[in-house]
């Protein structure tokens, strides 16, 4: 006998805005009662990249690509039990029955947190989930250095699940409190953009890897462009060493640097940008009252493109590494 399932009952105790937070889709809100975006289903291959529609009262979505359209048989949306299914591959029996089980974990908090409007709190807000199915070992990390220890460590890997982040390595970002706010997705070839961030995350109120230093107003911070860099430099025995996500320094992320040292080693890439930045950000931290060191690169160098013996090198004492210059704070 089949077990019984009521599929009224589950479609009115999950919302729409649950299952996509399960999955790690972000959306903005484009109205009232709906969120746009993305889409993140498996039938979707080509197409606007705001073609996915949520209507948060009636707890249904819509996806109007054409691609999506012919893959589901010419289907526009559906409710919740539609998008599990199509999610899970599975049927919308099976997708109830995983709901009911609890087998498809759902967070319990408000879906205001998967939508990220413009304007109000610009805060980044604690994410409700974690992915869970993320490789440490792929050919990306390999030829970018990360061994699988250090992608633990930092809880990097390839995302082989669902969301907009699937088939990229998914970054996990965190708060200054270790609050997990936001992940970012690098693509695995040439594909463009390089990085992904969530709609309405702000990278500039953050500093990647900060919630991992000892906050010590005595100790030496190395701050560095990326994500990679940040890698590169931890892999290299330097742990107290934040990036910036960007090549610009936010007042929210100099406030976050006043927090937890006096010290600072910029760390740079050797270009163009990377040079105005060293300038500009060297400037701003002296009038701080910090001691400012910086690692003027060659042309073409980067972080995580070094090997460990010349991140070291350039990370050493001033005597011992004629890139580095001394400046001092007032």
């Known amino acids: ?5 009521s599929f009224s009952e589950i479609k009115s105790a999950v919302t729409m805005e649950q299952a996509l937070s399960r999955y790690g889709i972000f959306l903005k809100a484009a109205g009232l009662d709906t969120l746009r975006g993305q889409c993140p289903l498996p039938t979707h291959e080509t197409g606007s990249a705001h073609s996915f529609s949520v209507d948060t009262r009636r707890s249904i979505w819509a996806c109007h690509s054409e691609s999506c359209i012919r893959n589901r048989g010419g289907g526009v949306g559906g ?5 599990v299914a ?21 967070p319990s908090a408000p879906a ?21 199915e993320l490789l440490g070992q792929h050919p990306y990390l390999v030829a970018r250095g990360v061994d699988e220890a250090t992608a633990a460590w930092f809880g990097i890997g390839y995302n082989r699940g669902s969301g907009f982040l699937r088939g990229r390595i998914a970054i996990p970002i965190h708060n200054a409190a270790g609050e997990l706010v936001a992940y970012a997705g690098r693509s695995v070839d040439s594909s463009e953009p390089k990085y992904l961030f969530p709609p309405g995350f702000r990278k500039s109120a953050e500093l990647f890897n ?29 742990p107290n060493v934040v990036a910036l996500m960007g090549c610009t320094m936010s007042r929210e992320q100099t406030k976050l640097l006043c927090a937890v040292c006096s010290q600072v080693v910029l760390f740079l890439d050797g270009d163009s940008a990377g040079r105005q930045a060293l300038s500009a950000i060297s400037t701003t931290l002296a009038a701080r009252g910090f001691k400012v060191r910086k690692v003027c690169l060659p042309d073409g160098w980067q972080p995580d493109k070094m090997s460990t013996h010349d991140v070291q090198r350039s990370l050493g004492d001033c005597t011992e590494c004629k890139y580095i210059e001394e400046e001092a704070g007032p």
């Open 1 to 5: 006998m089949k077990r019984w399932v």
């Open 79 to 83: 409710n919740v039990l539609d998008f």
């Open 86 to 106: 199509l999610m899970e591959r599975c049927s919308i029996r099976a997708a109830a029955l995983l709901l009911q089980d609890g087998s498809v974990e759902l």
């Open 112 to 132: 205001t947190q998967v939508a990220r409007p413009a304007g109000g709190d610009r805060r980044n807000v604690p994410l409700t989930f974690q992915l869970t």
């Open 210 to 238: 900060l919630h991992r230093v000892n906050s010590n107003p005595s100790q030496e911070l190395i701050v560095v462009e990326g994500f990679f860099d940040c890698v590169r430099v931890h892999r290299a025995g330097f």
